[in-house]
């Protein structure tokens, strides 16, 4: 591993474009457009205000910034630098800007929900839609990028609008039998939706595109419902990870529950690897030395197996019915790229990370950390995980075992988010004012683990 030297940028933001060759970096209003290898400045682009949105036309020809305050998109050209387009969605806010597939039209939501406005980059031209509902999955487009499906609410019931993106012209339009839509997700292969009812009821629907129900499924009733919903990659199984601190594997041949997944604070269970972080402090001179610069105290960290058995997580302890959303649950679900594991977290148990193997239908591994995960994240190429715990360590997983890696020279960084780079040939480690660039120079030797799923 290689690690580039630490650069600024703003928010905790970065992004690589699609086709892996640039990297999209805001700093405060200044857009910089840097090589994905050396990091070199290329391009810079003076933005209106402040950065608060940055995201890739799928393309890689151009870049979209926007701030919210002042309701304002900008559009920049890699191939032509002094080509420029500015939206002003004036008196109707902003408060959501996203590139079509297409990447020659721009979708704005206006502040309440009031409408989303199709921007056309070709033509000038604008057109709208009316009454999207107000949740954050309420938009999405499918998968080949020939639709997009969007949640309406009218006259208190649940819609959903399909439209083709090509001339977007609706194609199809039908109710939910949804009381209060929480949220739709295309299957990987786009073929059906998946629908699910806010938390306070367990609901989770299958439609297909034509609008007809093809399963409708509920685990419980009288108690907080769906938290996380995740298709595999294959669009064979659907992970659906609720409060009751339980993930359900659902199959798309019957879709019926095929496995239950427990996260249990006591795992007794020997067909489980647990790795176990643990921290090796500063001492003498040096631990005093670091307390007055204000740096951490931490000189290492490394992950030990634990062969004991049973084993306790620590978990936090939740009064229900006093809270309006409980630190309880599974909310977080990744499916690797092959198919073969899923990553969750229970949020009762913030510093504990949990693989799982989709072949076997059983637990592969424990991380259990000193500080709850910020964020963790699968290699988009292989099974490799990377996961970051507000320190300036990275931790990696894979089927061959585990590996802790320190940012060198910089022990002020504290990583909250991780973007893998679209080959998986790197990763930036974001903090708040900062980042960092891991670069791979082949696999990482890890720790011996059985590699078997």
């Known amino acids: 591993m290689n690690f580039a030297e630490i650069l600024r940028t703003s928010g905790s933001q970065l992004a690589w474009s699609p086709d892996g060759r640039f990297c999209a970096v805001p700093v405060t209003a200044r857009l ?3 090589d994905s290898s050396s990091l070199q400045v290329l391009i810079t682009y003076n933005c209106t205000d402040l950065i608060q949105v940055l995201e890739w036309s799928s393309d890689s020809s151009y870049v979209l910034t926007g701030n919210y305050k002042r309701c304002v998109t900008e559009v920049w050209s890699i191939e032509d630098p002094d080509w420029k387009c500015k939206i002003n969605e004036g008196s109707a806010g902003l408060i959501k800007v996203c590139w079509a597939p297409d990447s020659r039209h721009i979708l704005t ?8 406005t199709v921007w056309s980059l070709v033509s000038k031209t604008v057109s709208y839609i009316k009454h999207p509902k107000n949740i ?3 938009l999405q487009f499918s998968p080949d990028h020939d639709y997009l499906a969007v949640v309406e609410r009218k006259e208190c019931k649940d819609y959903i609008s399909l439209m083709e993106t090509k001339s977007w012209h609706l194609v199809k339009h039908f109710e939910v039998a949804t009381r209060d839509l929480a949220g739709v997700q295309w299957s990987s292969d786009g073929s059906v939706l998946a629908v699910w009812e806010s938390p306070l ?4 629907l299958i439609y297909s595109l034509s609008g007809h129900s093809l399963a409708t499924y509920s685990a419980y009733q009288w108690s907080l419902g769906i938290k996380g919903v995740s298709w595999s990659p294959s669009s064979q199984f659907l992970a659906i990870g609720s409060y009751d601190q339980k993930v359900r594997l659902m199959n798309h041949l019957t879709w019926r529950i095929i496995a239950d997944f427990t996260h249990d604070s006591i795992i007794d269970s020997e067909n ?3 790795f176990k ?3 090796k402090p500063l001492t003498g001179y040096p631990a005093t030395l670091a307390s007055v610069q204000g740096l951490p105290l931490i000189l290492e960290t490394t992950y030990e197996e634990e062969e004991t058995r049973p084993v306790s997580l620590a978990s936090i302890t939740t009064e229900l019915g006093k809270q309006a959303s409980p630190r309880i649950g599974v909310g977080t679900l990744l499916f690797s790229r092959d198919n073969r594991y899923l990553a969750t977290r229970n949020d009762n148990m913030p510093a504990t990370i949990w693989i799982w193997s989709v072949p076997k239908l059983s637990l592969k591994a424990v991380l259990v950390h000193v500080n709850p995960v910020k964020e963790f994240t699968w290699d988009p190429r292989q099974p490799r995980l990377a996961l970051c715990t507000g320190s300036n360590h990275v931790y990696f997983w894979s089927p061959f075992g585990c590996l802790t890696v320190a940012i060198p020279g910089a022990p002020t960084l504290q990583i909250s988010s991780l973007r893998w780079h679209p080959s998986g040939s790197s990763i930036a480690l974001m903090g708040r004012d900062q980042f960092s660039v891991c670069f791979f120079d082949g696999q990482p030797k890890m720790m011996g683990l059985n590699s078997s799923a």
């Open 109 to 116: 939501t206006a502040e309440f929900y009031l409408r989303i």
């Open 136 to 138: 954050a999955q309420g």
């Open 201 to 204: 009821e367990y609901k989770i």
């Open 32 to 34: 910089e457009i840097r």
């Open 272 to 274: 489980c690897v647990i």
């Open 277 to 279: 972080e643990v921290e």
